[in-house]
């Protein structure tokens, strides 16, 4: 079947539909998708100062693209990058490059935030001192708070990450096995309430399109020159979920789409429930917590 709207060859067949599109009513498509989730759920407003989470991958710099477009066109928002560089040999160096030579030829403000600074040991060296431990378990939670801690210093208003369906999707369905709903009632399109500064809110405008479709835009605009995968990988229960929504994807089209909608629609009824955990400060490094010390503060210990 030809391309639904201009007859010419297609590139893609759309997730759960008989559309096919070509490459440039695709490209109209995805960017047209990625607006309606930043108006509809209020995102980016004007005068934000948007900070992209930018790994170097496909995911994150589709959405730097596509966001940096949005700020020359509507010149009152604010666009830079953020990159984590856990200190991975062998994977972080290559992303970095590339991460460079996008924002250079884009003029993206590049920042940059290091284990190694931060922490004063990369990735590589925690996970060599620490061999039962899982690699992606400490770069989580350090990750997320250098993000966060990096947007604030720079003056970001908001945090935007390159999140797509396929993602969140395992996100749900891992903290409903997992009886994590307070962490789920802390998810969706948009986090943070914004009323706390110390947190700055997340955002993830790629919220309702699957992976296929971030990988073929990516692809179809030359963002990335090959696939560049971490050396650690270690989140296999995300993987199991991952491989299992996958099959039932293809048995069951559809699947992960009902599951992401019908968690939009009992989102607000849960942050009704959890809300009103006061948020305190880590008595070790004063960074926002819920318990006494943070996460990072507990991990540094337990792994140095
Ligand atoms: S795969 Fe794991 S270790 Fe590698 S960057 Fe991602 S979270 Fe970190
Ligand atoms: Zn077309
Ligand atoms: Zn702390």
């Given amino acids: 079947m030809p391309c639904k709207f201009c007859k010419t060859n297609p ?24 607006i309606k989730t930043i108006k509809q759920y209020k995102l980016i407003e004007k005068n934000d100062h948007v900070m992209v989470a930018c790994s170097g991958g496909k995911d994150s710099l589709s959405l730097l693209y596509v966001l940096n477009k949005l ?41 940059i935030a290091s284990y ?7 990735l590589d060296q925690m996970k060599s001192q620490n061999p039962n431990k ?31 369906l396929d993602d969140e999707a395992q996100s749900i369905l891992m903290n409903q096995l997992r009886n994590n709903i307070a962490l789920s009632s802390r998810m969706g399109p948009r986090t943070g309430t914004g009323k706390d500064p110390r947190f700055i809110p997340r955002i993830k ?32 229960y995300r993987f199991e979920i991952r491989d299992l929504l996958n099959n039932l994807e293809q048995k069951y089209p559809g699947t992960k789409h009902s599951l992401v909608a019908s968690f939009i629609e009992i989102l607000p009824t849960l942050k009704k429930s959890f809300k009103g955990k006061s948020i305190g400060i880590c008595k070790t490094c004063g960074e926002p917590t819920s318990s006494n010390i943070c996460k990072v503060c507990n991990l540094t210990k337990e792994i140095n």
């Fill in 11 to 34: 590139v893609i067949n759309l997730p759960n539909s008989e559309i096919n599109l070509c490459k440039s009513c695709f490209i109209k498509y995805f960017e047209k998708k990625a």
């Fill in 71 to 111: 700020s020359l066109k509507e010149r009152k928002i604010k666009v830079t990058a953020l990159l984590i560089d856990e200190g991975i040999k062998g994977y972080r160096d290559d992303s970095i490059k590339d991460a460079k030579k996008f924002c250079k030829e884009h003029k993206i403000k590049l920042h």
């Fill in 116 to 122: 190694k600074k931060e922490l004063g040991k990369t």
């Fill in 134 to 164: 899982i690699a992606c378990s400490m770069c989580g939670v350090f990750r997320r708070s250098l993000l966060n801690k990096s947007s604030r210093e720079l003056k970001a208003t908001k945090l935007a990450t390159g999140h797509n």
């Fill in 205 to 236: 405008p790629f919220y309702f399109l699957t992976e296929k479709e971030v990988a073929t835009y990516a692809f179809l605009k030359g963002l990335i020159s090959k696939f560049n995968e971490c050396t650690y990988n270690e989140d296999s």
